[in-house]
């Protein structure tokens, strides 16, 4: 089958750096999407990787290897607005124009003060 | 300013009754999905949309049926056989195409239902 794994639980403290994992298995691999979810609200999406390596968005940063099939989403200089549910996402199918994705569970991070 | 549009944000359902979840968008993207979301868990794909006139099953679509008569709509019909459907869901569009590069999926607020 294909899935992703992801922890379910993560905490730290403001100002601090946290990096949640993303470890992948499916048949086909298009390229890994991340995306934040708010209690209560819509995912927005965050941040892609379709080749290795690290990619930076402000404080947000995603990394990739696709030989380890594996990424992570790293989250600097912590703000309490940054507590929220973060889900790594695979496209795992090119066939036509399918932009299909498969989901992980999710990871809840905690910010505390 | 462009975005998607769902409704209503809550809805109740009785027993052996059909409900039906508007989404709409204008951001002229092509593809529309319609997510499930159980509390504390991932998102479930119900249906998808890549063109007007077709759409297929995704991974738990047994209850559910859709419809894309219009670019801009994509309504879900919660069928009276789909037998747990509290649930929050979600609608999302994005563009397609071939090739390397990400077309990010953007997604309505969502519509809240529950079993009266």
């Known amino acids: 089958g294909q899935s992703l794994e992801q922890p379910s639980e993560v905490t730290a403290v403001e100002g601090a750096i946290v990096q949640i994992n993303c470890t992948y298995q499916?048949?086909?691999?298009?390229?890994l999407s991340w995306y934040q979810q708010h209690d209560g609200g819509a995912p927005t999406f965050l941040s892609y990787?379709?080749l290795d390596g690290l990619e930076e968005t402000g404080r947000f940063s995603s990394f990739l290897s696709r030989s380890d099939s594996y990424g992570y989403l790293l989250l600097q200089e912590l703000q309490m607005k940054d507590s929220a549910s973060y889900f790594c996402?695979?496209?795992?199918?090119?066939?036509?124009?399918?932009?299909?994705?498969?989901w992980g569970l999710g990871t809840s991070l905690a910010v505390n003060p | 300013d462009g975005g998607i549009t769902q409704s209503p944000k809550y809805l109740f359902r009785k027993e052996g009754q059909n409900v039906t979840l508007s989404c709409e968008q204008n951001?002229?993207?092509?593809?529309m999905y319609w997510y499930r979301q159980d509390p504390g868990q991932g998102l479930r794909l119900i249906y998808y949309?890549?063109?007007?006139?077709?759409?297929q099953k995704g991974d738990i679509a047994e209850g559910y049926s859709v419809s894309r008569e219009k670019k801009e709509s994509f309504p879900l019909t919660v069928t009276s056989a789909q037998k747990n459907p509290t649930a929050f869901y979600l609608c999302?569009?994005?563009?397609?195409?071939?090739?390397?590069?990400?077309?990010?999926?953007?997604f309505g607020d969502g519509t809240r239902l529950s079993i009266l």
């Open positions: 990787n379709g």
């Open positions: 996402a695979v496209r795992g199918d090119n066939a036509g124009n399918n932009r299909k994705l498969i």
């Open positions: 949309s890549q063109i007007v006139n077709d759409f």
């Open positions: 499916t048949s086909g691999f298009y390229g």
């Open positions: 999302a569009s994005s563009t397609i195409g071939r090739g390397q590069g990400d077309q990010p999926q953007h």
């Open positions: 951001l002229n993207h092509d593809a």
